[in-house]
């Protein structure tokens, strides 16, 4: 079983910057991948981001490219997702999940965090 945990949401203006946390509590050949996704209430949980074992790959949301970066420090075995620019649209709760492929589909991981909130006020 991997345990998969998020921090660093929180309140925030708009235009302002959060970095959002991810860790794992072990690595496999299974969840190489980390994704990033969210989800707005009463929306479909959606797709943001996801960096491969190495952080040599990395794939991003085309509606978010150029606001939100994915990175890792495979020292700790951690994965960030750095927002920038936020606007009240991105007002969600993101999750943090680990899969073997670099997909874009829920279905495609297998460990799910429990999610952190982010609130951006206008």
């Known amino acids: 079983q991997v345990n998969i945990m998020e921090s660093g949401g929180g309140l925030v203006q708009a235009g302002k910057s959060l970095r959002l946390t991810c860790a794992a509590s072990?690595?496999?050949?299974?969840?190489?991948?980390t994704g990033w996704f969210r989800q707005a209430p009463g929306k479909s949980r959606d797709f943001v981001a996801a960096i491969n074992w190495s952080g040599s790959r990395t794939r991003y949301a085309d509606s978010l490219r150029g606001r939100v970066t994915i990175s890792r420090d495979n020292v700790g075995d951690t994965v960030y997702l750095q927002l920038n620019n936020l606007k009240p649209g991105d007002t969600a709760v993101y999750y943090c999940?680990?899969?073997?492929?670099?997909?874009?589909?829920?279905?495609?991981?297998?460990?799910w965090g429990q999610g952190t909130q982010v609130t951006v006020s206008s």
């Open positions: 072990k690595r496999t050949s299974h969840n190489s991948v």
């Open positions: 999940a680990a899969g073997g492929l670099m997909s874009t589909m829920t279905g495609q991981y297998s460990y």
